[in-house]
Nanobody
Framework: QVQLVESGGGLVQAGESLRLSCVAS????????MGWFRQAPGKEREFVAT????????RTADSVKDRFTISRDNAKNTVYLQMNSLKPDDTAVYYC???????????????????WGQGTWVTVSS
């Protein structure tokens, strides 16, 4: 079973950039489509982005489209989330997740992921 550890969160000002990393271990990373989700205090966990096993296909939530980019490096067992032009509304705990099924539109749902990381805080000040 793959294990996931996120890093790269922190406190930034609005308009700044941040890159999150998620390192996988204990499994074959290339067997998993990957996703990023986030959860603000008092709100449901929401979809941010997903990427296919080889990295050729991606999908990003409308709320972060043109600002966030998901990518992966299978040689490093790592998936990234590059976040630009951050807004206070982006403040949340960010989670990475792994899915055993082939990449498709259904991976916008957290119910289709098998493994979750512990999360990393991102706080954007005004």
């Amino acid at each position: 079973q793959v294990q996931l550890v996120e890093s790269g969160g922190g406190l930034v000002q609005a308009g700044e950039s941040l890159r999150l990393s998620c390192v996988a271990s204990g499994g074959t990373f290339s067997n998993y489509a990957m996703g990023w989700f986030r959860q603000a205090p008092g709100k449901e966990r929401e979809f941010v982005a997903t990427i296919s096993r080889g990295g050729a296909s991606t999908r990003t939530a409308d709320s972060v489209k043109d600002r966030f980019t998901i990518s992966r490096d299978n040689a490093k067992n790592t998936v990234y989330l590059q976040m630009n032009s951050l807004k206070p509304d982006d403040t949340a705990v960010y989670y990475c997740a792994a899915a055993s099924i082939p990449w498709s539109w259904v991976l916008i749902s957290r119910r289709n992921y098998n493994v979750w990381g512990q999360g990393t805080w991102v706080t954007v000040s005004s």
